[in-house]
């Protein structure tokens, strides 16, 4: 079983910056991408960057303020925050598609629990 586990988010004044860390667990063959979503209180769940061999990806609501980087090593990816705005507030999650091998190789899409960023203003 495969399991992502966040971590970092909490409460931060507009203009600070947070970190967070998403770290994966399990038996896997390869993390094919890893990304992270948010989801504000009544809004669909909405992508925010994404992280792959072939490159990165950002929302244009957080381009050249967020920074998504990857630890190979440690299977894990961030995501740094600065310039925090009010509007970022919501629960971020971790996502993350994987290969396992099952017998096979299968590939499964793997979401985090979410953690929860407020900014004040």
């Known amino acids: 079983q495969v399991q992502l586990v966040e971590s970092g988010g909490g409460l931060v004044q507009a203009g600070g910056s947070l970190r967070l860390s998403c770290a994966a667990s399990g038996s896997f063959f390869a993390i094919n991408v890893m990304a992270w979503y948010r989801q504000a209180v009544g809004k669909q769940r909405e992508l925010v960057a994404t992280i792959a061999t072939r490159g990165t990806n950002y929302a244009d609501s957080v381009k050249g303020r967020f920074t998504i980087s990857r630890d190979n090593a440690k299977s894990t990816v961030y995501l740094q925050m600065n310039s925090l705005k009010p509007e970022d507030t919501a629960v971020y999650y971790c996502?993350?598609?994987?290969?396992?091998?099952?017998?096979?190789?299968?590939?499964?899409?793997?979401w985090g629990q979410g953690t929860l960023i407020t900014v004040s203003s």
């Open positions: 996502n993350a598609v994987v290969t396992i091998v099952s017998p096979t190789y299968t590939t499964l899409e793997i």
